[in-house]
């Protein structure tokens, strides 16, 4: 069983550009969720997505965005970069449920430069 | 005050040596508490996974929750090398948010 897919690995951009991210869950899974880790701050939540509908975001500004497909794949997209977006992006599908652990992919390794 | 507060480390032991990772917590509505294992350069994979208070044993992994005193342990028996990475609790509520807040991770160093 293929686990959650992330691409790509490792990405350089510059300030001011826009970056795109993709998760491919594990088959069957529907809730996709992001996170941002920083050795600073940690795992922290970016949002959640079920059924193509966003379902719960964190604490983040409007430059984050995201969406799910029918497939439930998902992307996320960061526009206007600053430096302190460098950071691992995590994904993680589960199937929902009170406490359901999740599956995380290996992450996308943003620098912003 | 952080919700999960968690020790960064790093926590380095003997190999064999038993390990004990710890994490407190402040929201009472919490009742899923979770245990991560993080190698470098990976994603975190879970280790284990507990409801409400109490042991889960597996292998040489035990998780403990005690609520009333807002803290949850890992304990690692017998501890290798290969158990060297960072280990980052995790805890949701019930009937409220799913969604899990971790703690920062502990960064465990098994020297032979």
């Known amino acids: 069983k293929a686990g959650v897919t992330q691409t790509p690995r490792y990405l350089i951009k510059t300030r001011g550009q826009q970056v795109t991210l993709s998760c491919s869950p594990i088959?069957?899974?529907?809730?996709v969720s992001w996170y941002q880790q920083t050795p600073g701050q940690g795992l922290q939540f970016l949002f959640e997505?079920?059924?193509?509908?966003?379902?719960n975001k964190g604490n983040f500004p409007g430059r984050f965005s995201g969406r799910q497909f029918s497939n439930s794949r998902s992307e996320m997209n960061v526009s206007t970069l600053e430096l302190g977006d460098s950071a691992l992006y995590l994904c993680a599908s589960t199937n929902p449920g009170q406490g359901s652990g999740y599956t995380f992919g290996s992450g996308t390794r943003l620098t912003v430069v | 005050q952080k919700e999960v507060e968690q020790d960064p480390g790093p926590l380095s032991v003997p190999e064999g040596a038993i390990v004990s990772l710890n994490c407190t917590y402040s929201?009472?509505?919490?009742?899923?508490f979770m245990w991560y294992r993080q190698y470098s350069r990976k994603g975190p994979e879970l280790l284990m996974y507990t409801y409400s208070s109490g042991n889960k044993e597996d292998g040489r992994f035990t998780a403990q929750v005690d609520k009333s005193s807002k803290y949850i342990s890992l304990f690692i028996r017998d501890s290798q090398p290969s158990d060297s990475a960072t280990y980052l609790c995790?805890?949701?509520?019930?009937?409220?948010?799913?969604?899990?807040?971790f703690g920062r991770g502990t960064s465990l160093i098994v020297h032979p």
């Open positions: 995790a805890m949701s509520e019930t009937g409220g948010s799913y969604i899990p807040t």
């Open positions: 088959s069957g899974h529907r809730s």
């Open positions: 929201n009472s509505a919490f009742q899923y």
């Open positions: 997505y079920f059924s193509e509908t966003q379902r």
